[in-house]
Each structure stands twice: as C-alpha cells, then as structure tokens.
C-alpha cells in the first residue's frame, strides 16, 4: 500500500506552493493516469486497484545487482525495463523488528518528505513499491559519485581551493533553502549525507530523519542531528527549534570543507557542547537571552565562560573564504538561532558573488566513489554513522522520551 | 680570396667563405683564423667579429658599410643561418609576418574567405620583401597587430600548446619503443634460460633413471617446446595491446580537414545563489503580524523561543496550506482521460479546488 495512488493525491491536496512542485506532481499524476487505462472499478484477478498499481510500478524497474547492505536497507544498482541504459539506485527497507507491525519511522519520513521535494540539489525519488513481504522499495536517483567526505578525507588525493568550497556550499545552501521554504527540516545534514551525481552536482539525501516544521506548543525530540553538527540549542534539549539547526549544520560542514577535518567533533554530548563554548564562546543570557530556560542548559561560572569569539580568531583559522566568507560562516554559527542567518540570508550573502567564482559544476574534483561508496551512503538509516570515523557519534532517535 | 682551400684541404667551399674579407676592415682568414662573420637584421650587411665589437661596443651605432648607415645596435648581431643574405632576409621576414598574420583556417567561414586572406598576406609579405611600399605595408602590419592583439596572442598559445603536446607524445612513443626493447631482451633472455634448465634437466634425469634415454629427451623437447610456444603467446598478446595503446595515444594528432569552426564559449552567466528558483506565495501576502491570542504565549515564553522556534514560519506554513493546491489543475493534467467518478477521492478533491481556483492564474512562480 506503500504507494497507493491515494497517498499521492493526498500529499497533492495539502503541500504546494511552487510551480515546480506542481509539474513534479503533474507527472506523477500522468505517470499514474498512463497506467490507468482500464476503468478502475473493474477489479483484475480479485487484485484491488492499489495492489495493481503497485504492481505495474514494480514491474517497471529492474534491480540488477546488490551495491551495499545494511542493517536497515538494501541497495541495489536498477534500471528500467523500458531503457536499459537508464540507471537508478533501489533501496529495499528491510523489515524491521523495531517496527513489526508497520513501517519504520525513518523509511516513512523519506518517502514522505523526498516525495514532495523536486530540486536539482535533492536526490530525486523516482518511484516508490512494496514487494514481497511487505518490503518497501524507494527507486532514487543513481549518484555514482561518491559523497563530500570522501573528497574532504582525501586530502592526499584531492586538492580543492575557495572557489570549489563556494561551489559545493551553493549547492548544499539551495537544497537546504528548499527543504525550508517548502517548510522541511532535513535535520541530518553532514558530509556524507552530501553525495555527488555524475556530473558533479551535490545532492542532499537521507531523508530519514527529516520532519516538517512544527505546530506551535508540539514538542520536537532534540536526539537528532550527528553530534559533531549538532546546534547548541538542541544539545541543551530544545524541544522548539527551527531551520537554524539546519543552518547551523551547514556552517559545519563549511568550516569542514576548509578545515578539512570535522570542526567540531565531540566525544559526547558534553565534550560537544565544551568544544563548541572553546570555538564560539560559551553561550550565556547576555549572548543568547533566554538560554537559561532550556531543559538541559548547564550554568557556567562567570570565569569560565569564553566570550564570543571575533572576527580575527575566525580569519586565523578560515582566512581562505576571504573576509566575507568569513562572515558567512559567522552568521551561520551564531549561537542564538534566532541570530543565526535563515537559509534565505545565505543565500543572499555577498559571499556568492564576491570573487572567486564558484566553480563550474563539471569542474569540481571528483574522486568517483563507485557504485560500492553509492550502495554504503544509500543502506544507512536515518542518523546512522558508519564504523570508523565517529562511529562513537552514533545515536539513536528515541521516541520514548517524547511527551 | 687568396686561399680557399687552405684550411683541411677540402675541396668544396664552406656556405660563405670564397670571400673571407671583412668588408669594413679587410682583415682575411689568413691573418684571423677564427674570425667569424655575423649580420644584422635591419640591413644584412656582413662583418668580422672584431668590427662588431669594435664599431657597436659603445651603443647603437650607423653601419659601417658606405651608403647604408642605418643605426644597428649590437644585441642584434647574429650568424647567419642560409648563405644567401636575399634568402636570410625572407627567412626573416615571413617570420615577422607569420607571428602576425597567424589566423587559422578554423577561423574562417569559408576556405576562399582564407585563401583570401592568405593572398593577401603574401601580397604584404611581397612588398616587404622587395621594398614596394614599404612604410604603407608596415603601417598595415602595424595597425593589424593592434587591432587583433588578443587573437594573435591566443592563437599563440595555441600553437604553441599543440607543439608542446606533439613533444609530449613524440617523447611518449619513444619511451614506449625503449620499454619494448627491454622486454624483448629480457624475453629472449629467459627463453635462453629456460632452455638451458630444460637441457640440465633432462641430463639428470637419464642419468638418474632406468628409462630409455631417447624418450626422455623426446619428452624434455616437447615441454621445452610448449612451455616456448606459451610464452611467446603470451608476448604476442603483449604485443597487440601495447600497439593498439599507441593507436590510442596517436589518435589526436590525426587531423579531420574541414572541422567546424569553434565558437566562443558564452561568457558566464552571473552567479545565481539561488539557482534559478523563485519562491513566492502566488495567492496571498504574509503580514508581519497576525493576531491570534492562541500564539500569543508561543511569541513570549523564553522556553519556546530560546530554541529559535519562530512564530512566523508557522505562520508562513499556515497561510501556504491553506492556499495549497490552488494552482493545480488537474484537469487540465489529465486532459484526455475519462474521469471515472469517485474513482479516486483526491482526483475528484482536487479537480473541485482546481474549479475554484480559476481565473486566478495557473503561474506559480
């Protein structure tokens, strides 16, 4: 049922504001319409109208070989059975025993959110189908090129200067200012959530823990977001937050893409939050007027804190994004999300177009991750972290504590 | 010329030498065996060494030769290179003109419209070198040079890129026939080896067992044989592939006539941070305020707000929803098709919203 056309005309009768959204829709409709021929009353072999459906979908598509496996998913490398030379990446959603009885939480904020959103810089979700036992099948873009970590580790291998990191920043900012104006919160966003299509674009994927803004007085869960790119406001247990944790991410992944090591990287939550106060300055009622009031919020003794850091310390440590890159980067870090730059004023900055220019998108380093790198980056659930690097960072949503 | 063939007694003159007098100081081979005679290029008059040191040492100085007195200056001196100065000249002066007049066929719109142009080069070239014209030809010379600096320069470095790439490949193909010679040798090297242990080995063994002599060596022959035959399979194979990677690697210098002409690349559009995409609400206008006592204490309690949770954005998204869908028209995207009714809920749901939402305009942007 995963794909019933209901969910679709459901999700077209309440979200939209663009046109592009609309044609996206437009052709999901016509793509629905084309297989609708027969009247739809009539039922074919006892089968109901959404199993048929699911059924043409699934025939549609291919899968050809296994490109990775994971606790959470299956991907496979596909194509569809009208054009061979097509190419697409299928992830197959184990059943999970977590979620017995339904769909795990993660596979449905990812069908749900990458459903909606259709932009250059957001893995696209070509289709969607169960197959046997229940098994949910997303059909995704095919990104063969590996992901932004990769190219930011390599720094043996891959030499990249304030033009590429303009480049891949532009990117990452209008899919992050997309998700936000269509009123989404990606709330995962690091490196390697960051991969690379074959023609050098990046695309925001993982979906998995993304939600959309929420009502007033409803409560959030603050265990998201990898530690090392988590904002200080949901590190004190934030239940109200906004795009600014996504920002704040953004600025991260910035400041690694210059750095070329995680800027901020914790062992826990508490080393994160020290570190943050040693790089940014210890959040406090003067630099952040009502701080105090939130759930996990540690006073500090007045000796201790560290003011907010300037300009200069940020020019020592990120003179190559230039002055205006720096302040950038600034607005993007700002403790007090309120402070902090929207994905709009990021995309405003002058930053963009101040010299260099960003590189041409086919110009950008590539290291070319293969389809293996494509099939790891794809299997991770929601806020999975792969062993190795960080894998202390890995964390669980847990929905237990949420009122 | 007194002695022409004095020096090594070689029959045949040397380019230059029936007259081995400097013509400014009538100093000959005899007296100055080592004298050696340079020209200048803006008059081609020849002269020793020793004049030009003399006569140029001190700065630019008129030629010496009567009825010239051009002002030459040192640093140009050179040797000749042809032994007819006429020949040197135009050596030198299609150079000139060449380094300026370097248009490419690719250029051209048409091969007349470059023969055209190569006539008239020549035409130029001419009168230069027969001094028809010459301040006018110059001026030409001059005025084009300036008026095209930036695509002489660029042709240029094209050239010069091509010629360094030839170089590259020139090189390339010769360290590829070194690097064949070497496993030739090494090949034959081991085949001779190999053929040596065979030959001890079938010694050993007659010597050491009982069978007959002669079918031990038949033996040893056959796996000496294909164990030869293997290998030079396995060169032959070798072989091939590095032959068609020279095909490969040769390939660009291949010319195809009559490509078309490249065009200029457009010059860059101005970054778009936004990537093309506008975002507006097309059927409503967000207000700063809104009053509603409901959001009244979400604006105020620092809980709620410390977090950066914003009121507006709940707002936005509010207003966004209840104007979505408005812009849909579904009828029009299922244009065609026999709606069957009530077959599905949010066809129907949405074609009603789509019916009111006429006349409003389907632009979304």
């Not at chain 1, 309440?14 to 319409?33: C, G, Q, Y």
């Not at chain 1, 039922?43 to 699911?54: D, I, M, P, S, W």
């Amino acid at each position: 049922m995963a794909v019933s056309p209901v969910v679709t005309y459901e999700a077209t009768s309440n979200i939209k504001v663009t046109a592009d959204k609309a044609k996206s829709l437009a052709v999901r409709t016509n793509s629905i319409s084309n297989q609708n021929e027969a009247p739809p009353e009539k039922k074919q072999g006892g089968q109901e109208l959404a199993e048929r459906l699911n059924h043409e979908t699934k025939e549609k598509y291919v899968k050809d070989k296994k490109l990775g496996e994971g606790t959470y998913a299956i991907v496979y490398l596909g194509h569809l059975k009208a054009d061979p030379s097509s190419k697409v990446a299928i992830k197959k959603i184990k059943v999970n025993t977590e979620y017995r009885d339904g769909l795990s939480m993660d596979a449905i904020r990812e069908v749900k959110y990458l459903q909606e959103l259709s932009h250059p810089n957001i893995i696209a979700l070509h289709a969607v189908f169960s197959s046997k036992n229940q098994n949910l099948n997303l059909v995704l873009e095919f990104l063969p090129l590996g992901d932004l970590e990769m190219l930011i580790k390599d720094s043996e291998g891959i030499r990249y200067g304030t033009a590429e990191v303009k480049a891949w920043m532009g990117m990452l900012g209008r899919a992050v200012w997309f998700c936000h104006e269509n009123f989404v919160l990606h709330r995962d966003i690091k490196p390697n959530n960051l991969l690379i299509a074959a023609d050098g674009e990046v695309k925001l994927a993982d979906f998995g823990l993304a939600r959309s803004f929420s009502d007033p007085y409803r409560l959030m869960t603050y265990q998201v977001i990898t530690r090392w790119y988590r904002p200080p406001e949901l590190l004190y247990g934030a239940r109200f937050y906004s795009g600014a944790v996504d920002v704040w991410s953004m600025g991260t992944v910035f400041a690694e893409l210059i750095l070329r090591v995680p800027f901020i990287a914790g062992n826990t939550d508490i080393h994160q939050l020290e570190l943050i106060c040693q790089a940014i300055g210890t959040p406090t009622e003067e630099n952040w007027p009502g701080v105090s009031k939130l759930e996990g919020y540690v006073g500090y003794e007045k000796a201790a804190t560290v003011p907010v850091r300037g300009k200069d310390v940020y020019l020592a440590r990120f003179g190559t994004a230039g002055p205006v890159g720096v302040d950038l980067l600034m607005s993007m870090l700002a403790l007090d999300p309120r402070k902090r730059s929207t994905a709009r004023q990021i995309l405003e900055h002058k930053w963009w177009t101040t010299d260099p220019r960003p590189t041409a998108k086919e110009d950008l380093p590539k290291k070319g991750g293969g389809l293996e790198k494509m099939g790891d980056d794809l299997k991770r659930r929601g806020g999975e972290v792969e062993d190795g690097r960080g894998d202390k960072v890995a964390r669980k949503l847990n929905f237990g504590t949420m009122k | 010329m007194s002695k022409p063939t004095a020096r090594n007694g070689a029959p045949q003159r040397r380019p230059g030498e029936e007259d081995d007098i400097c013509p400014v100081c009538k100093s000959n081979r005899y007296l100055n065996p080592s004298m050696r005679f340079l020209i200048n290029p803006e008059c081609y008059h020849k002269m020793c060494e020793s004049c030009v040191d003399r006569i140029f040492s001190q700065g630019p100085a008129p030629c010496p030769v009567a009825g010239c007195a051009r002002t030459l200056r040192k640093q140009r001196f050179r040797k000749q290179t042809f032994e007819d100065l006429q020949i040197e000249r135009e050596v030198d002066v299609r150079r000139r003109v060449a380094a300026t007049f370097n248009r490419r066929e690719s250029e051209f719109n048409t091969l007349l419209d470059y023969n055209n142009y190569l006539e008239e080069v020549e035409t130029l070239t001419f009168n230069l070198l027969y001094n028809i014209d010459v301040a006018t030809t110059e001026a030409k010379l001059a005025a084009y040079s300036k008026q095209n600096a930036a695509d002489i320069a660029n042709n240029k470095a094209l050239s010069a890129q091509e010629s360094a790439s030839t170089e590259a490949q020139l090189a390339a193909q010769k360290e590829q026939a070194r690097l064949r010679r070497e496993a030739a040798t090494n090949e034959e090297e081991e085949e001779r080896r190999e053929r040596e242990e065979g030959r001890r080995e079938i010694i050993d063994k007659i010597a050491n067992s009982t069978e007959d002599p002669d079918k031990i060596a038949r033996e040893g022959q056959k796996v000496v044989l294909k164990k030869s035959t293997a290998r030079r399979n396995a060169a032959d194979r070798l072989r091939a592939q590095d032959a068609a990677s020279v095909d490969n690697a040769s390939a660009p210098l291949f010319q195809i006539a009559g490509l078309k002409p490249i065009t200029q690349p457009e010059p860059d559009k101005a970054y778009d941070p936004f990537g093309g995409y506008i975002i507006r609400p097309a059927y409503f206008t967000l207000q700063e305020q809104y009053e509603h006592p409901w959001l009244e204490k979400a604006k105020m309690d620092a809980q709620i707000t410390a977090g950066g949770y914003d009121v507006g954005e709940y707002r936005a998204r509010a207003m966004m929803e209840a104007f979505a869908g408005l812009g849909c028209f579904i009828e029009d995207e299922v244009a065609g098709r026999e709606r069957a009714a009530g077959a599905d809920v949010g066809t129907a749901a949405a074609a009603v919203a789509g019916g009111d939402g006429e006349g409003m305009g389907d632009d979304m942007l």
